[in-house]
């Protein structure tokens, strides 16, 4: 599967859908997961740290929308 994880744009909204543990384990189970670059920065995680777990970093969510056949995002409570 190739899975999406774009930047939130909620104001004062710095959760993301995925850590770069959670795109480890997928990958490791050989599914393809796009990151939109500095979607982790609100948290601690850059885009060296999704590199390194596995994910392609993508510059928009227009891109990572684009190749996804699902998109992980964060809902409010």
């Known amino acids: 599967m190739i899975i999406g994880v774009p930047k939130e744009i909620k104001n004062h909204e710095y959760r993301v859908g995925m850590v770069s543990a959670s795109v480890r384990?997928?990958?490791?189970?050989?599914?393809?997961?796009?990151?939109?670059?500095?979607?982790?920065?609100?948290?601690?995680f850059g885009d060296a740290d999704y590199r390194a777990a596995g994910a392609d970093i993508?510059?928009?969510?227009?891109?990572?929308f684009a190749k996804a056949e699902m998109s992980v995002k964060v809902k409010e409570p």
């Open 58 to 64: 993508l510059a928009s969510a227009a891109e990572v």
């Open 25 to 44: 384990e997928l990958t490791a189970r050989n599914h393809t997961v796009f990151v939109q670059s500095g979607a982790g920065n609100g948290i601690g």
